[in-house]
């Protein structure tokens, strides 16, 4: 399959010239692509609702407008609202405000790619999603540094889709790094797999990693701080990102390398069960099992949530933290 990157080379800014962009919802994502949209010489109005994240908007200088009103001002919507309401304000404070040929801009392909949303088709629809924390998106404009987005165009009304999207992606700063072309569907599915298949997997590795080592009798303090509390974790998978899986192994000791490797044959036939689990859960999410069972889950959505904070809270491992982080002045211990 090929692959199409975009830089800032492919990215005209001037598009948007006497366009007004209405960034929706001003959180995580919302404040820094608004910032960075400003920053850029994109005239950035703000709808959000009356609460604190519009304080903030009027803090940074920003127009800050209902929802409904902001959508009617605007050329461009940007829906930078939590996925789980998206479906709902979509309905009730956006589509009824749009205006044939205004572009409509996601940064998550979810709802649209398990129809929550379906825009009408006199709109330009595309999806911008960074690949990045929203500080992280500031903070790399700010800093002149790139980072990379999935992007691409679900409905093209005016013709004029793609070259807006890409202006959008080099006001927001991240043509300086990358975008790379796919589909909402895609998107969202990497996206899920990601959190469902890849998280939960690597997340049991290191937790019967821990378990075994304690079960030892090695102090839980040493352990976490060994696995990860060190930083040395976060500081390999650093270098994995700047040269590669395979040369960040020179950082290490021959020592080290030699047993990683030798030892690492020993796990070769968990690849087969790994990848029958992975499977299912790709699976589910690409047929929209997945996305049906979530959405039938909204209503109860808060239970789960503090069931799930009660019994994580009384895993062994949480109290093994808290004692680490508190032994080695990691930060806040939480309790
Ligand atoms: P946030 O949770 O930070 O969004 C908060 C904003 O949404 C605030 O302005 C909040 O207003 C507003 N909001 C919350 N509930 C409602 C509601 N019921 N009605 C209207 N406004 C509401 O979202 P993110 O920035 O995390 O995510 C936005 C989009 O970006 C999503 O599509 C997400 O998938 C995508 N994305 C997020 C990334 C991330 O790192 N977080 C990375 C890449 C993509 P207030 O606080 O004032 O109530």
Redo the contacts with the bound molecule.
Sequence with gaps: MATTIYHDEDADLSVLKGSTVAVV??????RSQALNLRDSGVAVIVG??R????EAAMADDFEVFP?AEACRQADVVML????E?MPQ?YEEKVAPDLSVGNLLC???GYNVAFELIEPAPDLDVVLV??RM??VGVRDAYVAGRGFPSFVGVHQDATGKAKARMLALCRGIGSTRGGCIEMSMNDEASLDLFTEQGFGPAWGRVLMSAVELLVEAGYPPEAVLVELYLSGELAYSLEKIREVGMFRQMDFHSQTSQYGSITRGARYLDLDVPLKEKMGAVLEEIRSGKFAEEWSGQQAQAREIFDQIRKVRDQMPMAGWERAARRGFRIGDAGD
């Design positions: 919802g001003y959180g995580n994502q919302g959000n609702i609460d604190q994240a519009h929802i930078l609202i939590p996925d309401v304000v996601f940064a998550s999603a960074p924390i929203g």
